[in-house]
């Protein structure tokens, strides 16, 4: 999931949890203000209407109060006598609930009561409250009010629905803040994050337009400034390099030629010419060398040309084993050969392909003991052309595996003695067949062989 999205989801479900708490807590708050005081409004009228009635206790004065407290059909205002009779009311009362009534103001014997009665289920409840009416101490009557709580719901009506309003207008402005912060916070970040994917493929040809003072303009700044650092590293690392390749190549062919002389010499002793023929192999061990890094400098200063043209697979693999094949013999080494058509075409570089070939199948041999199988596989699909080269060498450890396309990286430090390598072969191998629009993957095992596996686009068939 994007930042941006994060942002998003997190400032709105905060907005929402956030209105939602405060008109819960406002709800519950207005609910309990709006009990207490009509609780308090209708224990007063009670005692006022109590003192009135205890002074003068007769039916005028009775129906007097009654018709005070007619005030609409959600208050019920009863007076009983001392038996629960009712002597007055101001609205007609249903049977039923007369001796709940009864019941309940039964209870109250000579102190007021008040108490909130549920009548109805997922409503605020009903507050009751009765008070005895005295004559010489003696209780003669009680008041008695159901009043309900109907103004409140449709005050709690409208209190939802403003909640409503201000939660969508809070949600819109939380929205439009937060798709604004996105934008001013994550379009830098994934500038920075493109940049970086570039750097890593070795393009350091990034600038990063950096505004503002804040932590994100420095990072633009230090990413900008890292990638001109790089730039003039690998610039200069570069010309070293060639100027080194380009020093080293003179006095090798030189070394080369004279050791070549000196080893066709017949009236040399024998110890000089072992001599000449190490000095020879060691010039040509050098020579792979230099070739090899000059050639990596071209790849990356991207001065490599790649000519496409049309080439058989199947043959060009053939001759590859048959320029192997005195190497391979020499360690008893078997090579086998299949195809799943008798030609496949496909638009490459012939001189680079085999190039490409060659690195492979020699790496193989150096690395497959005696009596070892080295097979070359190229198959035609649809889409896709692979090419296999699978031995039973000694393999690599998984650990090492991501590390084989890292130049001059050996498993072995050993190994560049041992087999002459110069740890240059596989990275100018991945090189060369990412410039053919292909890519190169490795599956190996220690003790049972390692696969390189080639897939190429086959053009021939779009």
Do not use: C
């Given at each position: 999931?994007?930042?941006?999205?994060?942002?998003?989801?997190?400032?709105?479900?905060?907005?929402?949890?956030?209105?939602?708490?405060?008109?819960?807590?406002?709800?519950?708050?207005?609910?309990?203000?709006?009990?207490?005081?009509?609780?308090?409004?209708?224990?007063?009228?009670?005692?006022?209407?109590?003192?009135?009635?205890?002074?003068?206790?007769?039916?005028?004065?009775?129906?007097?109060?009654?018709?005070?407290?007619?005030?609409?059909?959600?208050?019920?205002?009863?007076?009983?006598?001392?038996?629960?009779?009712?002597?007055?009311?101001?609205?007609?009362?249903?049977?039923?609930?007369?001796?709940?009534?009864?019941?309940?103001?039964?209870?109250?014997?000579?102190?007021?009561?008040?108490?909130?009665?549920?009548?109805?289920?997922?409503?605020?409840?009903?507050?009751?409250?009765?008070?005895?009416?005295?004559?010489?101490?003696?209780?003669?009557?009680?008041?008695?009010?159901?009043?309900?709580?109907?103004?409140?719901?449709?005050?709690?009506?409208?209190?939802?629905?403003?909640?409503?309003?201000?939660?969508?207008?809070?949600?819109?402005?939380?929205?439009?803040?937060?798709?604004?912060?996105?934008?001013?916070?994550?379009?830098?970040?994934?500038?920075?994050?493109?940049?970086?994917?570039?750097?890593?493929?070795?393009?350091?040809?990034?600038?990063?337009?950096?505004?503002?003072?804040?932590?994100?303009?420095?990072?633009?700044?230090?990413?900008?400034?890292?990638?001109?650092?790089?730039?003039?590293?690998?610039?200069?690392?570069?010309?070293?390099?060639?100027?080194?390749?380009?020093?080293?190549?003179?006095?090798?062919?030189?070394?080369?030629?004279?050791?070549?002389?000196?080893?066709?010499?017949?009236?040399?002793?024998?110890?000089?010419?072992?001599?000449?023929?190490?000095?020879?192999?060691?010039?040509?061990?050098?020579?792979?060398?230099?070739?090899?890094?000059?050639?990596?400098?071209?790849?990356?200063?991207?001065?490599?040309?790649?000519?496409?043209?049309?080439?058989?697979?199947?043959?060009?693999?053939?001759?590859?084993?048959?320029?192997?094949?005195?190497?391979?013999?020499?360690?008893?080494?078997?090579?086998?050969?299949?195809?799943?058509?008798?030609?496949?075409?496909?638009?490459?570089?012939?001189?680079?392909?085999?190039?490409?070939l060659l690195n492979l199948v020699t790496n193989a041999i150096r690395h497959t003991p005696e009596n070892g199988t080295i097979s070359l596989v190229i198959e035609?699909?649809?889409?896709?052309?692979?090419?296999?080269?699978?031995d039973t060498g000694e393999g690599i450890p998984n650990e090492n595996l991501k590390h084989i396309w890292d130049r001059f990286y050996r498993v072995e430090k050993?190994?560049?003695?041992?087999?002459?390598?110069?740890?240059?072969?596989?990275?100018?191998?991945?090189?060369?067949?990412?410039?053919?629009?292909?890519?190169?993957?490795?599956?190996?095992?220690?003790?049972?062989?390692?696969?390189?596996?080639?897939?190429?686009?086959?053009?021939?068939?779009?």
């Open positions: 999931m994007k930042l941006s999205t994060k942002l998003i989801f997190l400032v709105f479900f905060s907005s929402l949890i956030g209105i939602m708490a405060m008109s819960i807590s406002f709800y519950q708050v207005s609910k309990t203000f709006y009990k207490t005081q009509l609780q308090q409004d209708i224990e007063h009228r009670l005692a006022a209407h109590r003192e009135i009635i205890e002074e003068d206790f007769t039916s005028h004065t009775l129906h007097h109060v009654v018709v005070m407290e007619r005030r609409g059909p959600e208050s019920s205002f009863i007076i009983f006598d001392a038996n629960f009779r009712v002597m007055d009311y101001s609205y007609p009362v249903d049977p039923e609930r007369l001796i709940f009534y009864r019941e309940w103001v039964s209870q109250v014997n000579e102190l007021s009561q008040t108490q909130f009665v549920e009548t109805i289920a997922h409503h605020i409840p009903h507050i009751w409250s009765a008070v005895p009416l005295k004559q010489n101490n003696v209780v003669v009557g009680y008041l008695f009010i159901d009043q309900d709580t109907g103004d409140f719901e449709q005050a709690k009506s409208k209190l939802l629905f403003i909640s409503m309003i201000m939660a969508l207008f809070s949600l819109l402005l939380s929205a439009i803040i937060t798709i604004y912060l996105s934008k001013r916070w994550t379009d830098p970040l994934v500038k920075v994050r493109n940049s970086t994917r570039e750097m890593a493929k070795g393009n350091f040809e990034v600038r990063l337009d950096a505004k503002g003072n804040d932590e994100i303009a420095d990072l633009m700044k230090d990413t900008s400034s890292m990638a001109e650092q790089l730039k003039e590293y690998r610039d200069s690392r570069q010309q070293f390099l060639t100027n080194v390749s380009h020093d080293l190549r003179t006095p090798l062919t030189y070394m080369k030629a004279y050791a070549a002389i000196l080893m066709e010499k017949t009236q040399l002793e024998k110890e000089a010419q072992e001599h000449a023929t190490v000095i020879y192999q060691e010039a040509k061990r050098m020579e792979r060398l230099v070739n090899d890094i000059f050639q990596l400098v071209k790849l990356d200063e991207g001065k490599y040309t790649i000519d496409f043209q049309e080439e058989d697979l199947v043959q060009l693999g053939k001759e590859i084993l048959q320029k192997n094949k005195v190497e391979a013999e020499n360690k008893t080494i078997q090579f086998t050969f299949s195809s799943s058509d008798p030609e496949i075409v496909a638009m490459v570089d012939r001189e680079r392909f085999e190039q490409i035609q699909k649809p889409s896709i052309i692979s090419i296999t080269v699978h050993s190994r560049s003695t041992k087999h002459g390598g110069s740890g240059l072969g596989l990275a100018i191998t991945k090189q060369l067949v990412a410039l053919h629009n292909g890519e190169i993957t490795v599956k190996s095992k220690v003790g049972e062989g390692t696969i390189f596996v080639i897939k190429l686009p086959n053009n021939m068939h779009i």
